[in-house]
């Protein structure tokens, strides 16, 4: 597995990921962008086997993992899309994926995680603040991650620099026992439209 998390609130959508892409074969790629700005209103951020997620975002991403041109899909569009594929990828087993969504809707930022496993496991998850004082962490990744990132936000602050620091800690630690990530950091933010 490898992470990419993401914070939704009032104000903006930030998705944060690491860079390092195990594959199939058990071949590791170093420097390997998993987090893609599609369009002024979507982000997608991969985690799980690369393969995989090339299927599972097929429609947006081109087989060298660049952003398909001209893509003008809204959220709901791209959430529609990936959920039907996702339905697919579900039937079909054998499939290792845990990966996010999420954007601007014209009202609202919100999110979906994506998460199949090879033991027959999935789900889609929904993530949207309730009103303009929450915000909502998604984690594709292992569950300490996702707890180290509420503990290493305390020293920043929230606000994207300070969002983004917290992620770099959440990988310095993550490297200690998590093999399927690095601490090289990507990041892609879409902020409310003024």
Same mark, same amino acid.
């Given at each position: 597995m490898s992470l990419v998390q993401a914070v939704i609130c009032d104000q903006f959508a930030l998705v944060c990921g690491e860079q390092q892409a195990n594959l199939d074969?058990?071949?590791?790629?170093?420097?390997?962008?998993?987090?893609?700005k599609l369009n002024e209103c979507v982000i997608?951020?991969?985690?799980g086997v690369i393969e995989d997620n090339y299927y599972l975002f097929q429609d947006y991403l081109n087989m060298d993992f660049t952003v398909?041109?001209?893509?003008?899909?809204? @959220?709901?569009?791209? %959430?529609?899309? /990936?959920?039907?594929?996702h339905r697919e990828m579900a039937e079909q087993g054998e499939c290792d994926v845990f990966s996010l969504v999420c954007g601007w809707n014209g009202s609202g930022f919100?999110?979906?995680?994506?998460f199949v496993d090879s033991a027959g496991n999935?789900?889609?998850t929904d993530a949207k603040?309730?009103?303009?004082?929450?915000?909502?962490?998604?984690?594709?990744g292992d569950n300490?991650?996702?707890d180290n990132f509420l503990t290493?936000?305390?020293?920043?602050?929230?606000?994207?620099?300070? @969002?983004?620091?917290? %992620?770099?800690? /959440?990988?310095?630690?993550?490297?200690?026992?998590?093999?399927?990530?690095?601490?090289n950091a990507w990041f892609e933010v879409i902020k409310r439209p003024e």
């Open positions: 074969s058990g071949g590791v790629l170093h420097n390997f962008k998993k987090v893609f997608i951020g991969l985690s398909k041109e001209d893509c003008a899909d809204s @959220l709901e569009e791209v %959430f529609k899309t /990936v959920s039907a594929r919100e999110g979906k995680s994506f999935s789900s889609i603040p309730e009103h303009s004082m929450e915000a909502k962490l998604i984690s594709c300490r991650h996702y290493c936000m305390k020293r920043y602050g929230f606000n994207i620099l300070g @969002l983004q620091n917290t %992620f770099r800690d /959440v990988l310095s630690l993550g490297v200690k026992f998590d093999d399927f990530i690095d601490t």
